[in-house]
Structure formats: C-alpha cells, structure tokens
C-alpha cells in the first residue's frame, strides 16, 4: 500500500504539470455558495447515492468532523428511488411543511424534533445515471432540472445539482456528462459537484484502485467516500484534505481520495 501511494502521489505531481483532460467543454458559471454554506441538504436522487449505507450520511461525519464544536448543525437526508431520473421525484411535496426534515436522530439514536419552517438550506439533485445524454431522455433531464430548481428556490433552498460518474466499461460518459450537468447548473443558476470528474481523475491516476462494485455501475466503498470528498469541498468551499473521517478506508487510500476530490474541485470551477 505505501508503495502505492507513493506512485499516487508522483502520478499526481505530474498530472498538475501535465495537466488533466477530462473536463466539460462550457465552464460552469456558478462556482461557490458563498461563506453561508448550506449545513443541511436534502438529496435527491437514486442508488448512486444510497450504496454504501447512503453517501449523504458519510458527508455529515465528514463535516461533523470538520467542525466539531458545532456538529450538531450538519444534517444530510436523501430521498432515492432506485434507477430513478429526476422526473420520478416529487419536488413540490417532497418540500412540504413539516414533511421531510420535521424530525431527525442524535447519535445516541433519540429523537429531535427540528424547527417548524424550512429544514434545509439547498437540495442536491442527480438525474439517473445515462439520463441526461440518453437520446429519448435528456430533454426530460432539461426539463425537471429548471422545474425543480424554481420548486427549491420557492421554497427559500439552493438548487444544486451533483454530476454522476461513467460507468467501468463506458469511460467516454464522462465528458457528455459532465457538459451536459454543467449546462444545465449554467441555465439555473446552480453549483454543480463534479464528481464524475474526480471519478475520471482517479481512474486515470490509479488504475488499480477500484471505485466500482462488480456491476461496473455502482460505487464501491471508496468510490462512495470518494464522492462525498468532492461533496463536501464543493458545498462548503473546503478541502477534504486531512479530514479525520475515513469510511473505514486504509489511511493512504483516503488521503489520495481526498486530494483528487480537492484538486478536481479546484480546476473544475478554475480556483
């Protein structure tokens, strides 16, 4: 494992110079939230985010973590439907008064009843994973990206949408993807979290490193922290770098995970 970071670390020494190809042709206009960054978000979506005992889940320790003397503040719920596009999701209710968020877990597992009004600060939205460069289902992926980011910010949230990998075996999704979330971040005013850019980082860098589970689709252990890493910098404009929390991953795994996430952060909004 040592000698594999140490290869990591050089690869990633060169890749700065070298620079890394995989990016969207457009350049996003949004590229921050600004020092009020949301410490609660609601994710909608599919099983990319709920493998793994939930993506979403592993972001709040990492931010607790970050931060914790006030820990108590970072709460991430997911709402996911399996193989589901945007279109499946019900933004309007999903955002109800006293719906979704009116009540949460301690660590000690004791119910808190939260605050009447609104629980979360921005809603992170994923599309199913071909959904938005699919031939017969893309313009539904335009089309509920501008209907749900007018839903969450009549509901006084932050739209955000957050960019899938490629699979395994379909490298080539990466570019499509990432140009086709980062119009659609541009036409709505939205951050976009590039994690199918640091998916494409990493595989390039470390080959033998595995983000997948064995149906090349989904995300294994890493991949999942991996994804949480680029959450976690791109929400809150932070590094992952150092961060205590590590999924139960070898140290050096994490460490590497969190500088690709850093560094695909910083030249995907041009920092």
Known sequence: MMRLFARVVLAMCLAVATGFNAQAQTKPKVT??????????????NSFFYYNNGMPGHLTFMERAADAA???????????????GLDWHDMENLLRPAGIGAYSFDEQNVVIFNKPGRQYDAV???DCSQCPIHPQL???FTTFAKKDSEIVRAHDM???FFMSWAYADKPEMTEALAEAY????NANDALVIPAGLAFARVRKLVPELNLYAPDKRHPSPAGTYLAACVTFAALSGR???GNSYNMGLHAETTQLLQKAAWDTVQDYYGR
């Open 32 to 45: 921050s939230l600004g020092p009020d960054f949301p410490k609660a978000a609601l994710f909608v979506g």
């Open 70 to 84: 006030n820990k108590a503040a970072y709460r991430n719920t997911m709402v996911t439907i399996g193989g589901s």
């Open 124 to 126: 992170v939205m994923m």
């Open 138 to 140: 893309k313009d539904a």
């Open 158 to 160: 932050r739209p955000v």
């Open 182 to 185: 980062t119009l659609a971040g």
């Open 239 to 241: 590094t992952p770098v």
